[in-house]
């Protein structure tokens, strides 16, 4: 069932007219996005091989029929022609043909029926195979870089050898090519061409060994999935390409070799490598020896010349040196000579600063005669008036000595404490008292008291 809608596309007025092609093209583009790539299986009718290499064909069973087109680069890939009556899978894109409006599928491959089991097969023994550790890429052995002798297992009557050997004559024919041959369909075809390889390992000639055979179905290549024949290519003590089928087909083979190669001439090529690249190869790194030789013969006679230009002969040497002696000599003696100049210029400069620095002493001594007369003078004057400023200070402090009072008969009272008394409210009766006099002291005690009348403010 398909849920798509066309409005997304459509014109905004639902009766406005769109062209058939565009329609057809949308209704392609919902089709094939509805629908994934899937299998469908049926009966060919109708083939026809175009000259384009198309093939054209229609897919039915008993009840319905599908036009189907599977275009050339598909085509070549599957191996084998397909014809009217055959059983088929076919995985397919559901699309439309726009130009017709025909519904058809468009193939991408196919295979016959009744190989699903095979494959089934196919893909069990791979995983088991796989579980050993038969395919491990660390146990892969390198191929020789430059093999003498090649050898080939496969039919005498296949395409795939006569590919091999056009290829090997072409790109190397200084290697030789032992064919070991073996059938490589039907039944029993995988142990005989084990038994062939291992014919081709025990010759022991051998530096490389190519598996192969021409494309064809499954069923056709069924001798190469053979488990024995893995076992047999990993036992091989040379390294073993594996040219079988088409770039599309797999093999049990094809994991086991050491190398796989697309098809039987891809092997070839793989196996040795080509004689003109090689002389190619060759030539250009004779070329390179030479280009280098020559830039290290160029570089070593640079060098040569430049130690030559340095080498003198011992005589030359000291009439270098003895110049180099002479010039250093003559550098040494008027440097003594500036160095002379310049000290006789810095004591010429140093005795006239003395001379302007040096003391007069006649001016001196009339200064320091001078001196004395002045000195008495001035400490006479100074004496003088110190002494009239002392006496004045005397007289002051006499006036203000209280011992000048106490000589014209006055003393000074002082309580028992030491206090003295200014007012005879201080003093209590009885009290002991102190009086100072000018000569002398008196401890009197206090009989009665007076106190002045203070006077009246007017």
């Known amino acids: 069932m398909i849920e798509a809608s066309l409005s997304p596309a459509s014109p905004a007025d639902p009766n406005s007219a769109i062209p058939v092609s565009i ?61 009217n009556g055959q059983r088929v899978e076919a995985r397919v894109l559901v699309s439309l043909y726009e130009a017709r409006g025909d519904f058809q599928l468009n193939v991408e491959t196919m295979r016959q029926s009744g190989l699903g089991s095979l494959y089934e097969q196919f893909l069990r023994r791979k995983a088991k195979l796989e579980a050993e550790g038969l395919f491990a890429t660390d146990a892969k ?42 059938p490589v369909q ?29 494309g064809g179905s499954l069923e056709d290549l069924w001798a190469f999935n053979d488990e024995g024949l893995a076992r047999a290519i990993r036992a091989s003590r040379r390294p073993v390409i594996a040219g079988v089928g088409h770039e599309t087909d797999f093999t049990i083979a094809d994991f086991a070799a050491d ?16 004689r003109a690249a090689l002389i190619a190869r060759i030539d250009a790194l004779h070329n390179a020896l030479t280009r280098q030789l020559r830039r290290d013969l160029e570089r070593r006679a640079q060098r040569l010349d430049l130690m030559a230009g340095r080498l003198q002969h011992p005589a030359q040497r000291l009439a270098n040196q003895r ?75 006499d006036h203000l000595n209280p011992h000048a009072v106490l ?15 200014r007012d005879s409210r201080q003093l209590e009766p009885n009290e002991r008292i102190t009086v100072c006099l000018h000569s002398g002291r008196l401890d009197a005690r206090i009989e009665t008291l007076s106190h002045a009348t203070e006077p009246e403010d007017h």
């Open 23 to 83: 329609l057809n093209r949308r209704v392609r583009e919902c089709i094939e996005s509805s629908f994934p790539l899937l299998w469908v299986s049926g009966e060919l009718s109708n083939v026809t091989h175009a000259a384009s290499g198309h093939v054209y064909f229609s897919l039915k069973d008993a009840e319905a029929q599908v036009r189907c087109v599977m275009f050339r680069s598909r085509v070549q890939l599957l191996g084998w022609r397909p014809a």
């Open 141 to 182: 052995r390198p191929l020789p870089a430059f093999p003498t002798v090649i050898g080939v297992v496969t039919s005498l009557q296949a395409a795939a050898l006569r590919d091999v050997l056009t290829t090997l004559s072409r790109r190397a024919p200084h290697v030789k090519v032992i064919a070991y041959p073996t």
């Open 186 to 214: 039907g039944e029993g075809a995988g142990e005989q061409i084990a038994a062939a390889l291992g014919e081709a390992d025990r010759h022991d000639v051998c530096d490389v060994i190519i598996l192969c055979r021409g």
């Open 259 to 274: 190398r796989r190669a697309a098809t039987p001439t891809a092997a070839a090529e793989m196996a040795a490598p080509e």
């Open 323 to 397: 110049e180099a002696l002479d010039n250093l000599k003559r550098r040494l003696a008027s440097a003594l000579r500036n160095r002379a100049n310049r000290s006789r210029q810095a004591l010429g400069d140093l005795t006239q600063r003395l001379l302007l620095a040096r003391p007069r002493t006649a001016d001196a001594a009339r200064r320091l005669d001078a001196l004395p007369p002045r000195l008495h003078g001035n400490w006479a004057k100074l004496r003088a008036e110190r002494a009239a400023a002392l006496a004045r200070l005397g007289a002051s402090l």
């Open 407 to 421: 000589a014209r008969g006055y003393g000074i009272v002082s309580d028992a404490n030491g206090k003295i008394v």
